[in-house]
T-cell receptor, first 115, second 112 residues
Framework: DSGVTQTPKHLITATGQRVTLRCSPR?????VYWYQQSLDQGLQFLIQ???????AKGNILERFSAQQFPDLHSELNLSSLELGDSALYFC??????????????FGEGSRLTVL | DQQVKQNSPSLSVQEGRISILNCDYT??????FLWYKKYPAEGPTFLIS?????DKNEDGRFTVFLNKSAKHLSLHIVPSQPGDSAVYFC???????????FGQGTILTVHP
């Protein structure tokens, strides 16, 4: 158990819909990262938050947004969903601010299926 | 632009033999590298790391080698065990870069 909690574990929805994925980081970790793993793809970095503020941005679509709340949990919002958005979405956390020289602790992922 | 490349999608090894997983990178700003292991239905977990000031780091059966001039690193697992069967991700990052970049992953299968 990494200490990172992601909900829901599985989600099935239709094209055009909007979903929210939730992540609770390890106790004490200030940084939260979101990654997307599509079929046959490695993990693609989407976005990082540190202590409530956006710290780094990766290949995140404009239809996607995220935020980190004062209690440090984070939500990834995916809107106008397309079939290609079907993927495993991982959240990870770390103590540091993202200039990473240490470990990330990953959650078990949220599997999104868009039909 | 694939800045971190694991050119072998899969690797099959006999139990007890050495597993060598390779990784190439292109960005000179990377100065810290990690290997993560991922089992099905689980999140990736940290395995071993190396800073660019070193060329080797060892932890039990796992050794990572870094060749900065070639922008190449490798993970050696000796001896390989069936429980090592997983997807291995090579990851690059660093103090001045600010985010991690993952390779595509290599599926390692260790046969009994």
């Amino acid at each position: 158990d990494s200490g990172v909690t992601q909900t829901p574990k599985h989600l099935i929805t239709a094209t055009g819909q909007r979903v929210t994925l939730r992540c609770s980081p390890r106790s004490g970790d200030l940084s939260v990262y979101w990654y997307q793993q599509s079929l046959d793809q490695g993990l693609q970095f989407l976005i990082q938050y540190y202590n409530g503020e956006e710290r780094a941005k990766g290949n995140i679509l404009e239809r996607f947004s995220a935020q980190q709340f004062p209690d440090l949990h984070s939500e990834l919002n995916l809107s106008s969903l397309e079939l290609g958005d079907s993927a495993l979405y991982f959240c990870a956390s770390s103590v540091g601010n993202g200039a990473v020289t240490g470990e990330l602790f990953f959650g078990e992922g949220s599997r999104l299926t868009v039909l | 632009d694939q800045q971190v490349k694991q050119n072998s999608p899969s690797l099959s090894v006999q139990e007890g033999r050495i597993s060598i997983l390779n990784c190439d990178y292109t960005n000179s700003m990377f100065d810290y590298f990690l290997w993560y292991k991922k089992y099905p239905a689980e999140g990736p977990t940290f395995l071993i790391s190396i800073s660019s000031i070193k060329d080797k780091n060892e932890d039990g059966r796992f050794t990572v080698f870094l060749n900065k001039s070639a922008k190449h690193l490798s993970l050696h697992i000796v001896p390989s065990q069936p429980g090592d069967s997983a997807v291995y991700f090579c990851i690059a990052g660093g103090t001045s870069y600010g985010k991690l970049t993952f390779g595509q992953g290599t599926i390692l299968t260790v046969h009994p």
